[in-house]
């Protein structure tokens, strides 16, 4: 064929002649990638301390002089900075790296994603685990590319609010699970690789994590916490400790009230300064558009993304479940062309309302009034300004009541003359009792 290959299929040939080149003239130094360009003086000197202390230990693993994005300058900087520029730290934890190596057989790993040509579709596994829950591994563009946040960082797109728990643990046992993540690692460390190849420029990885959908009493069942935290807590630790630096952010998006608990589980799965890199954004909040061009985004954050390799498949929870609603305590209702609906719930101060919503097609205004009592007088303010809401994707939102009063759930179809609206929708009041109550079944949750 005379279509040239994308550049990142390119590299990957590249590596299969280096992988299985006889001459030694042929295999080239794994340093051959020019250093990075943001790197300081103190690092280049800390980096040659480190070469030095790893010489042997290079030179004595098979195979070493062909797989430059497991030696080469650039992974070794990844294992310094993790370990704060002390070269005597990193050389340890890269001596660790080896050791799991060889002990789980991840240059077999490595050499099957090349000899495959193997993209983050094809990785064992795969489709089995996102069956259960909702991800795509790596976002790209029609033709392959990994599309980039604002900061250059490639995207992991998650839906963990849907994941169909049981499945996801009864069907995909420990081992199949773990031998996709670390093939996802090889492949991702790959890419990290290969871009600093054609660009000169560091990569990473971007989490964009959507917690949203699953109902509060789900995050406080203690199978699902369990199970999930520690699968998930595992692969964290994993990542931090055998790929550093490979993960640059971890956004949870759509986090309710009660996940600061659920992640307090998680916290001692990884390495304190790995939790700087975590940021928890509520129902509302700008969340991923600060980070990400929305044109990278899918629509169900908001986003306009229209690549096919962009999305997130519709499993899990949502292959029966559009908007991810779930099945208790769903209102379906049709606004009828030029006209609203107002939903008045009675809230007390401290209580904490949550709702989600979707529409069938089209859009619908909708927002948050809160009416209250103040000097004697009724008040009223938008706390959530009427906005529109297009059919791609549910709407998810919380407020934390600040006195007694009303607050009112507004769909506004005014603005269309001509057609109706079908709304499914469900929103929970929790009182501040109550949401003590679950946080802490959530906190007495014993993970390994």
Aim: hydrophobic share 40%; glycine share 6%.
């Amino acid at each position: 064929s005379d279509v040239p290959l994308p550049a990142s299929c390119r590299s990957y040939f590249i590596f299969l002649h280096m992988l299985h080149s006889d001459s030694p003239t042929d295999s080239p130094r794994v340093d051959n990638v020019a250093i990075l360009s943001e790197v300081t003086d103190a690092e280049k000197e800390a980096l040659e301390v480190l070469k030095n202390l790893l010489v042997d230990a290079i030179a004595q693993y098979p195979g070493s002089n062909t797989m430059p994005e497991v030696f080469g300058d650039v992974r070794l900087l990844m294992f310094l900075r993790v370990a704060k520029n002390d070269p005597q730290k990193a050389a340890t934890q890269f001596k660790e790296f080896l050791v799991w190596r060889r002990e789980r057989n991840v240059d077999d790993i490595r050499r099957d994603i090349l000899e495959k040509n193997m993209s983050f579709d094809e990785v064992p596994n795969i489709k089995k685990a996102s069956y259960y829950l909702p991800f795509n591994p790596c976002l790209r563009d029609p033709a392959g590319e990994p599309l980039h946040a604002k900061d250059g960082s490639f995207i992991y797109c998650e839906r963990l609010g849907m994941i169909e728990t049981n499945g996801f643990i009864g069907e995909v046992s420990d081992d199949e699970f773990s031998e996709m993540f670390i093939y996802l690692s090889e492949l991702g460390q790959l890419h990290i690789h290969d871009h600093h190849k054609r660009t000169g420029e560091s990569a990473s990885f971007m989490l964009a994590i959507d917690v949203g959908g699953a109902p509060t009493a789900s995050w406080a069942n203690p199978k699902l916490c369990k199970a999930v935290v520690n699968r998930m807590g595992s692969a964290g630790r994993l990542r931090e400790t055998f790929y550093p630096g490979q993960v640059s952010k971890v956004c949870f998006l759509n986090a309710p009230w009660i996940f600061d608990t659920f992640f307090k589980l998680l916290r001692p799965f990884l390495p304190k300064d790995s939790l700087s890199k975590v940021k928890i954004f509520r129902p509302g909040d700008e969340g991923i558009m600060s980070l990400v061009d929305p044109k990278n985004v899918p629509a169900f954050l908001g986003g306009s993304c229209d690549s096919p390799l962009g999305q997130v498949p519709e499993t899990g929870r949502l292959l029966n479940d559009r908007f991810g609603l779930g099945t208790a305590e769903v209102e379906t209702v049709t606004i009828a062309k030029g006209q609203s609906m107002q939903i008045p719930l009675t809230v007390k101060k401290g209580d904490i309302v949550s709702w989600a919503f979707g529409v069938d097609a089209q859009d619908i205004l909708f927002g948050v009034e809160v009416r209250a009592q103040k000097d004697g007088q009724m008040t009223s303010e938008f706390v959530v300004p009427l906005e529109k809401c297009s059919s791609h994707r549910s709407v998810r939102g919380q407020y934390t009541s600040l006195t007694d009063g009303r607050l009112v759930l507004v769909f506004d179809n005014t603005s269309s003359w001509i057609r109706s609206r079908t709304v499914h929708y469900r929103y929970e009041i929790v009182s501040a009792e109550e949401a003590a109550k679950l946080d802490a079944k959530v906190a007495s949750v014993e993970t390994t």
